[in-house]
C-alpha cells in the first residue's frame, strides 16, 4: 500500500524516533508499504517518519544514485533501530534533495564514510561502513529517526533563499508529484 508522505511542516519529522522490537505490529507489511510508497515516488531512500510513525526504521535503495555501470554498488536494505557509531573521512559536498522537501535541493557537507550499527528486517543486528553515495544516503535517512531535516545543514544564504519555499511546502502550496499530507 502506498502511505502519504509527511511534508515539511509536520511535527513528526522533528521528533527523534524511539526503537522497536521484533513483536512491532505487522512490521513485514509496514516494511512492504515503505518500500512500494519510496519507489512510486522514485527516491533512493525512506524514513519511518516521513509517513508519520516516529520509529527507528527506514530503507535505502541507492543503486540508481550510482555512477553508470556501478549501480551493483548500490546497497538495498533496511536499516532498524540504527545508531552511528562513527564517521570519517573527508568532509564532502553533495546536493541533497528528501521526498518530505520536494522540488528543494542543496548542498550538505558530510563526512565521506560512516560506520553504523543496525538490526535488519528479521532483526538480525549488523555493524556496516558505507562510502560514498551509500554513505550519503544512510546519513540523509539516519538524520530523520533523530528528527533532523536536510534543510538544517545548509549554508546561512541557502537557507534564507528556500526559506520562501518551504513556507509553501507547509502550507501544501505545491504541486504534488506523489501522495502528501501537509499540516494544515
Ligand atoms: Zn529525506
Given at each position: 500500500m502506498i502511505l502519504p508522505i509527511y511534508a515539511y511542516g509536520q511535527p513528526v519529522l522533528k521528533k527523534v524516533a524511539e526503537p522497536i522490537a521484533?513483536?512491532?505490529?505487522?512490521l513485514a507489511q509496514f516494511i512492504a508499504d515503505m518500500w512500494e510508497t519510496m519507489e512510486e515516488a522514485n527516491g533512493v531512500g525512506l524514513a519511518a517518519p516521513q509517513v508519520g510513525r516516529s520509529i527507528r526504521l527506514f530503507v535505502v535503495d541507492s543503486g540508481p544514485m550510482q555512477d553508470e555501470g556501478k549501480e551493483g554498488e548500490g546497497i538495498r536494505q533496511v536499516f532498524i533501530n540504527a545508531e552511528i557509531i562513527e564517521e570519517a573521512g573527508a568532509d564532502c559536498s553533495y546536493a541533497e534533495g528528501c521526498l518530505s522537501i520536494p522540488d528543494i535541493t542543496g548542498d550538505v557537507v558530510r563526512p565521506e564514510q560512516v560506520t553504523i550499527e543496525y538490526e535488519d528486517e528479521h532483526f538480525v543486528t549488523h555493524t556496516s561502513t558505507f562510502t560514498g553515495m551509500n554513505a550519503r544516503v544512510v546519513q540523509h535517512e539516519y538524520d530523520h529517526i533523530e528528527g533532523?531535516?536536510?534543510?538544517?545543514?545548509?549554508?546561512p544564504l541557502k537557507k534564507r533563499l528556500v526559506k520562501r519555499k518551504l513556507e509553501k511546502i507547509r502550507r501544501g502550496d505545491i504541486e504534488l508529484k506523489y501522495r502528501m499530507k501537509f499540516v494544515r
Open positions: 521484533a513483536d512491532y505490529p505487522d533532523i531535516l536536510f534543510t538544517e545543514h545548509l549554508k
